[in-house]
């Protein structure tokens, strides 16, 4: 499948949001904010072209290691860096938390780092200065992820089932026995 064909579970919560062009908002019920999420392939986001590829290659890596509750939200102008024009976090849902937490995040950073840097260097560093998408990607939050995923109690155990990409070698892991004669 290719990357702009892939369908990201998208969530927003604020209004003026490239995700809000689309029908993804939050409802209000009470106190309590409720996400509305929707389902959209990546070619039909109003995004520049850069920063589909790399919501799409996000997208490919965890359908590749079998990470199936995952979202991408979008930051509001309060919460990202003020250097940040768009900003995504891929999102998890933890079983064992009971909510999503972040583990990765795809931000566009314009020029802001270089031009600064050059503001305030002697020199001209570049003719043109280019713009910077950043990928967060932390190995301990995705690690914890495929765990929570993958952890199952079964009758009398605790299973593993990690997906086939991550574990390629079928083992098992047995507790000793107490036996006479052993």
């Known amino acids: 499948k290719k990357l ?3 369908i990201l579970n998208l969530v927003s919560e604020h209004k003026g949001s490239f995700s809000a062009e689309h029908g993804i908002g939050i409802a209000r019920k009470s106190d309590a904010l409720k996400y509305k999420e929707k389902e959209i ?3 039909d986001l109003e995004l520049p072209k850069r920063y589909k590829y790399y919501l799409g290659k996000d997208k490919r890596f965890f359908d590749k290691v079998g990470l199936k ?3 991408f939200r979008e930051l509001g102008e309060e919460e990202r860096a003020f ?3 768009i900003h995504f976090d891929v999102e998890y849902y933890f079983e064992c938390f009971e909510e999503y937490k ?3 995040g ?3 950073r314009t020029d802001h780092d270089l031009k600064g840097h050059q503001k305030f260097s ?5 003719k043109e200065i280019p713009h910077v998408i950043e990928i967060s990607f ?3 939050r995705n690690i914890f992820a495929l765990l929570d995923q993958a952890y199952c109690e079964e009758e009398d155990r605790i299973v593993l089932k990690l997906n086939k990409n991550v574990s390629p070698y079928l083992i098992g892991v047995y507790p000793l026995l107490k036996k006479d004669g052993l």
């Open 4 to 6: 702009r064909d892939r």
């Open 41 to 43: 392939k990546i070619n």
């Open 69 to 71: 509750k995952i979202r």
């Open 83 to 85: 250097y940040n024009k």
């Open 102 to 104: 972040e583990i990765a």
């Open 106 to 108: 795809i931000h566009y």
């Open 122 to 126: 002697s020199e001209k560093i570049l």
């Open 138 to 140: 932390g190995v301990d």
